[in-house]
């Protein structure tokens, strides 16, 4: 499995960012579609993100969509989100993703190992 850690959460204030990191390891992390997911209290955890092995693709949840950007690097077995215009509604854990298949597929399922979360908070 590949072991996932998620740094770059805290505090921020409504309409501003941030950009979270996910390291991954393993020898596989370029052919690993990658997603990003988040769970608020109370509520169950739904995606967020994803890109593909390649990098080339990318999908998003329509609540997200224009404001936040999923990338990675590589050569640096790294993932990222950066987040723009946040909602105190967004507050939440987000947790790193990564998948055995090269495509994305929006659904916890589809993934196989998952970080430990970075907690992100919204104040209005």
């Known amino acids: 499995q590949v072991q996932l850690v998620e740094s770059g959460g805290g505090l921020v204030q409504a309409g501003g960012s941030l950009r979270l990191t996910c390291a991954a390891s393993g020898q596989t992390f370029s052919r690993s579609a990658m997603g990003w997911f988040r769970q608020a209290p109370g509520a169950e955890r739904e995606f967020v993100a994803g890109?593909?092995?390649?990098?080339?693709?990318?999908a998003y949840s329509d609540s997200v969509k224009g404001r936040f950007t999923i990338s990675r690097d590589n050569a640096k077995n790294t993932v990222f989100l950066q987040m723009n215009s946040l909602k105190p509604k967004e507050s939440a854990v987000y947790y790193c993703?990564?998948?055995?298949?090269?495509?994305?597929?929006?659904?916890?399922?589809?993934?196989?190992?998952w970080g430990q979360g970075t907690q992100v908070t919204v104040s209005s």
């Open positions: 890109i593909t092995g390649s990098g080339s693709n990318t």
């Open positions: 993703a990564a998948s055995q298949r090269s495509y994305v597929l929006s659904v916890e399922a589809h993934f196989d190992s």
